[in-house]
């Protein structure tokens, strides 16, 4: 089954992430209850943004006001194997492991000691060789959806596809910087940075683990 996700919340989300700010804080600085933001993108109230609060967000999170525009909750529909946006409870024992453009996990493992109580948390095998010698195909890598993505750290990105109606792509990088306009991600073999626009990126996840290095 198909989830819907909205651009204009993923985006608010990763940027918070990114920028370690939390829901309550930046409520704040806008001038609002402190759960307007945790009001907006968990419940969907208001269904878009005032223009007055797309202005201060674009300068709290530092992004474009026009990528704030839209929301109401049309947005692109993925599979949860390609959308990195997986639902599995916290206090489960085990974690899906997503891949093959399927909808459903291709099947469960073990929930890792550095994934204990996180929500959402998932795993997908590696299947490029541009990240050697850190990982290799093959390789089972963990995911935490939630947990700041800073400089340097690796991630599993999604970007935009180049022609509407395909699936993004999906890819496991290091995460670089990321501007107002754009965001550089790097790859290690062979080594490169390579510039997306912003708009482009539509998650950014945070690899914390692999199962070789975590003995699972």
């Known amino acids: 089954m198909d989830s819907v996700i909205d651009p204009v919340r993923q985006l608010i989300r990763d940027a918070l992430a990114e920028r370690q700010l939390n829901m309550s804080s930046v409520s704040k600085?806008?001038?609002k209850n402190h759960?307007?933001?945790?009001?907006?993108?968990?419940?969907?109230?208001?269904a878009r943004l005032p223009e007055t609060v797309r202005e201060q967000l674009s300068e709290?999170?530092?992004?474009p006001e026009s990528q704030l525009k839209g929301g109401g909750g049309q947005g692109v529909k993925f599979s949860p194997g390609r959308q990195a946006r997986?639902?599995?409870?916290?206090?489960?024992?085990?974690?899906?492991?997503l891949?093959?453009?399927?909808?459903?996990?291709?099947?469960?493992?073990?929930?890792?000691?550095?994934?204990?109580?996180?929500?959402?948390?998932?795993a997908v095998?590696?299947?490029?060789?541009?990240?050697?010698?850190?990982?290799?195909?093959?390789?089972?890598v963990y995911v935490h959806p939630a947990k700041p993505v800073t400089a340097k750290a690796f991630v599993l990105v999604q970007i935009r596809a180049e022609r509407?109606?395909?699936?993004?792509?999906?890819?496991?990088?290091?995460?670089?910087k990321r501007t107002a306009t754009k965001v550089t991600l790097g790859?290690?073999?062979?080594?490169?940075?390579?510039?997306?626009?912003?708009?482009?990126?539509?998650?950014?996840?945070?690899?914390?683990?692999?199962?070789?290095?975590?003995g699972l």
């Open 187 to 214: 790859q290690l073999n062979p080594p490169k940075d390579i510039e997306i626009k912003a708009s482009d990126l539509l998650s950014t996840h945070r690899i914390v683990g692999s199962a070789e290095s975590s």
């Open 35 to 46: 759960a307007y933001m945790h009001q907006f993108l968990d419940r969907g109230i208001p």
């Open 164 to 176: 509407e109606g395909e699936a993004p792509t999906t890819s496991i990088m290091r995460f670089v």
């Open 60 to 63: 709290i999170l530092q992004v």
């Open 29 to 31: 600085k806008l001038g």
């Open 125 to 140: 095998y590696v299947t490029a060789s541009n990240m050697e010698p850190r990982y290799y195909p093959g390789e089972l």
């Open 99 to 122: 891949g093959g453009g399927s909808s459903e996990p291709v099947e469960h493992v073990s929930r890792p000691p550095q994934l204990a109580g996180v929500n959402q948390a998932y």
């Open 86 to 97: 997986p639902t599995f409870s916290a206090s489960s024992d085990k974690i899906p492991v």
